[in-house]
């Protein structure tokens, strides 16, 4: 006999009680702060038409789509005609372009799902994996900005991890940079690519990175020489900070109108929200539909970033007419979910009561306690397999329940039940019609 290997797919994991606990109570909690704050859920399919993806993300970013081949006749011709969603912000540009009459505006939304990338699976890295999202289609004003980054912040607040630093910077900003050193348009988009993996390669693998790319050593040698200013410990400057890099940015007036978006949104958000706010003159954000302010959150304990997003003003335009202004930000679930984890009790809380049954002929008198015991309010798990009434107590105890209910053949004629309070070992009889008082009383006591 073959015998199929049980490990999950390479970059897919399997989510045991005490993971889908702790993310379920994450999601809640991050749903909360997101409805207070004016956002409404949406949710879309796990699976678009591959033309709905593609051309969104940047070279890097679609040849990571999962596609989905064509089926039936046309399956051997090796075609792919839908693809699993990359990410959430795309499939909300083309709700919002096909529903746009329908929603309010502007609109404000948030959605957590699964979403599939073809990457290399490692260390942190995933095929599969959930992400937060939260936008604001139909407004250009910074206030929509704002509101973005302050539910960010408020979620990542409401979890316990307040404390985090949002780096924020401006599309625009980048591309004044860019063009100041020399950088024709067409390489625009190459030289940020590079200037985006800076905290990842340093200075001499950006340099590389752009000289491979194609950009000239007459561009790279002073940008670089002037990014290397911005030391390791001090990558996000105060707006006023005397540096050749701002200072080429500030030449123009696109730079100077990107750099007043900046500083408006920061004193918006600062309003609103308690985390450092500040500018990173050489954040790009990856994605190639970004347009104007961009942020990410990073937190103390975790050298990564755990949030991040930016405006994308022509994303929408894609798929219709006329082009919609949006922005919109993104929690990293999973990297939040693993400092959770390292900060909180990894057990599970199982059900309030474990109702035992002695014997199978007693079964209807267990299930009619146990649903007394549910209309009462308590999480109750009636035990569903076989085995001597110590094994069924092992289990009661394994699933961490406050008490087990034992219903005899003694109880039964008598109308009581016993209780076994599981943290002492106690057993208390006690009338039947008062087995909701005394497991809800045990259950107080212990919290």
Same mark, same amino acid.
């Given at each position: 006999?073959?015998?199929? *290997?049980?490990?999950?797919?390479?970059?897919?994991?399997?989510?045991?009680?005490?993971?889908?606990?702790?993310?379920?109570?994450?999601?809640?909690?991050?749903?909360?702060?997101?409805?207070?704050?004016?956002?409404?859920?949406?949710?879309?399919?796990?699976?678009?038409?591959?033309?709905?993806?593609?051309?969104?993300?940047?070279?890097?970013?679609?040849?990571?789509?999962?596609?989905?081949?064509?089926?039936?006749?046309?399956?051997?011709?090796?075609?792919?005609?839908?693809?699993?969603?990359?990410?959430?912000?795309?499939?909300?540009?083309?709700?919002?372009?096909?529903?746009?009459?329908?929603?309010?505006?502007?609109?404000?939304?948030?959605?957590?799902?699964?979403?599939?990338?073809? *990457?290399?699976?490692?260390?942190?890295?995933?095929?599969?994996?959930?992400?937060?999202?939260?936008?604001?289609?139909?407004?250009?004003?910074?206030?929509? *900005?704002?509101?973005?980054?302050?539910?960010?912040? *408020?979620?990542?607040?409401?979890?316990?991890?307040?404390?985090?630093?949002?780096?924020?910077?401006?599309?625009?900003?980048?591309?004044?940079?860019?063009?100041?050193?020399?950088?024709?348009?067409?390489?625009?988009?190459?030289?940020?690519?590079?200037?985006?993996?800076?905290?990842?390669?340093?200075?001499?693998?950006?340099?590389?990175?752009?000289?491979?790319?194609?950009?000239?050593?007459?561009?790279?040698?002073?940008?670089?020489?002037?990014?290397?200013?911005?030391?390791?410990?001090?990558?996000?400057?105060?707006?006023?900070?005397?540096?050749?890099?701002?200072?080429?940015?500030?030449?123009?007036?696109?730079?100077?109108?990107?750099?007043?978006?900046?500083?408006?949104?920061?004193?918006?958000?600062?309003?609103?929200?308690?985390?450092?706010?500040?500018?990173?003159?050489?954040?790009?954000?990856?994605?190639?539909?970004?347009?104007?302010?961009?942020?990410?959150?990073?937190?103390?304990?975790?050298?990564?970033?755990?949030?991040?997003?930016?405006?994308?003003?022509?994303?929408?335009?894609?798929?219709?007419?006329?082009?919609?202004?949006?922005?919109?930000?993104?929690?990293?679930?999973?990297?939040?979910?693993?400092?959770?984890?390292?900060?909180?009790?990894?057990?599970?809380?199982?059900?309030?009561?474990?109702?035992?049954?002695?014997?199978?002929?007693?079964?209807?008198?267990?299930?009619?306690?146990?649903?007394?015991?549910?209309?009462?309010?308590?999480?109750?798990?009636?035990?569903?397999?076989?085995?001597?009434?110590?094994?069924?107590?092992?289990?009661?105890?394994?699933?961490?329940?406050?008490?087990?209910?034992?219903?005899?053949?003694?109880?039964?004629?008598?109308?009581?039940?016993?209780?076994?309070?599981?943290?002492?070992?106690?057993?208390?009889?006690?009338?039947?019609?008062?087995?909701?008082?005394?497991?809800?009383?045990?259950?107080?006591?212990?919290?």
């Amino acid at each position: 006999m073959v015998t199929i *290997d049980a490990n999950p797919a390479s970059g897919t994991r399997d989510y045991l009680p005490a993971e889908v606990t702790r993310r379920e109570e994450a999601f809640a909690t991050i749903r909360r702060v997101f409805r207070s704050h004016g956002f409404d859920p949406l949710d879309t399919p796990a699976f678009e038409r591959l033309e709905v993806l593609t051309g969104k993300y940047g070279e890097e970013g679609d040849q990571l789509i999962f596609k989905i081949l064509r089926r039936g006749d046309h399956e051997a011709s090796g075609q792919a005609d839908l693809a699993l969603r990359y990410d959430l912000t795309v499939p909300l540009a083309r709700v919002a372009a096909r529903y746009g009459s329908q929603l309010p505006m502007p609109f404000k939304r948030y959605q957590i799902a699964p979403v599939w990338r073809a *990457d290399r699976p490692g260390k942190g890295r995933f095929r599969e994996f959930y992400q937060c999202d939260l936008d604001v289609v139909g407004s250009t004003s910074p206030v929509a *900005d704002a509101s973005t980054i302050a539910a960010v912040v *408020d979620a990542l607040a409401a979890l316990g991890l307040d404390g985090c630093t949002v780096q924020m910077n401006h599309r625009q900003a980048l591309s004044a940079m860019v063009h100041a050193y020399g950088i024709p348009k067409e390489q625009e988009s190459d030289a940020l690519i590079a200037l985006d993996k800076l905290a990842k390669i340093g200075t001499d693998g950006v340099a590389k990175e752009l000289s491979q790319r194609g950009i000239s050593a007459a561009a790279i040698e002073p940008l670089m020489a002037d990014v290397g200013e911005l030391t390791a410990s001090s990558l996000s400057r105060d707006m006023g900070a005397d540096t050749s890099l701002v200072g080429r940015i500030a030449e123009t007036e696109q730079g100077r109108a990107a750099l007043a978006d900046i500083e408006t949104v920061r004193h918006l958000v600062g309003d609103q929200a308690t985390s450092q706010l500040v500018y990173s003159p050489v954040l790009a954000r990856g994605l190639a539909y970004y347009t104007g302010v961009v942020f990410e959150v990073v937190h103390d304990a975790l050298d990564v970033t755990i949030a991040a997003g930016g405006r994308y003003d022509g994303l929408i335009g894609m798929f219709q007419q006329e082009d919609v202004p949006a922005t919109g930000g993104s929690l990293g679930l999973e990297r939040i979910l693993l400092l959770l984890e390292e900060q909180q009790d990894a057990e599970v809380a199982g059900p309030d009561v474990v109702v035992t049954i002695v014997d199978d002929e007693l079964a209807s008198a267990a299930v009619a306690i146990a649903e007394r015991l549910r209309t009462g309010g308590l999480t109750t798990d009636l035990y569903a397999g076989t085995g001597r009434l110590g094994k069924q107590l092992k289990y009661a105890d394994r699933r961490a329940a406050t008490a087990a209910i034992i219903v005899g053949r003694g109880e039964i004629e008598a109308g009581t039940v016993t209780v076994k309070h599981l943290a002492t070992g106690d057993q208390t009889t006690v009338d039947a019609s008062e087995v909701v008082n005394h497991v809800s009383r045990l259950k107080k006591d212990a919290s």
